[in-house]
């Protein structure tokens, strides 16, 4: 069993970035994709961006793509989320998350449903 824990959350200026980490321990993440979800006041959960078991493949949301970059270390067991222009809008509480369902699989799983492990979440703060 493999547990997340996110950090590099904070309070930023608009237009001004943050790198999101997401260590993984217990477990290694190698043949399983991981992604980035974020919950908004008053909002339900969304996905912000994901990326398969090797870094080949990356997902987006329309409203962070060219502004965020997700990545991946292997080797270092972790899982990253470079914010950069963020925006008021980009408030939320950020998790990261994996799923042990989709092992070494060409499709990437889009919906919260299909990931298994979350980590507890880091809180991003935009000021306008």
């Known amino acids: 069993q493999v547990q997340l824990v996110e950090s590099g959350g904070g309070l930023v200026q608009a237009g001004g970035s943050l790198r999101l980490s997401c260590a993984a321990s217990?477990?290694?993440?190698?043949?399983?994709?991981m992604a980035w979800f974020r919950r908004a006041p008053g909002k339900e959960r969304e996905l912000v961006a994901a990326i398969n078991w090797n870094g080949g493949t990356t997902y987006y949301i329309d409203s962070v793509q060219g502004r965020f970059t997700v990545s991946r270390d292997n080797a270092l067991n972790t899982a990253y989320l470079e914010m950069s222009s963020l925006k008021p809008e980009d408030t939320a509480i950020y998790y990261c998350a994996t799923s042990y369902r989709y092992y070494s699989n060409r499709v990437l799983p889009k919906d919260a449903n299909e990931y298994d492990y979350w980590g507890q979440g880091t809180q991003v703060t935009v000021s306008s």
């Open positions: 217990g477990r290694s993440l190698v043949g399983f994709p």
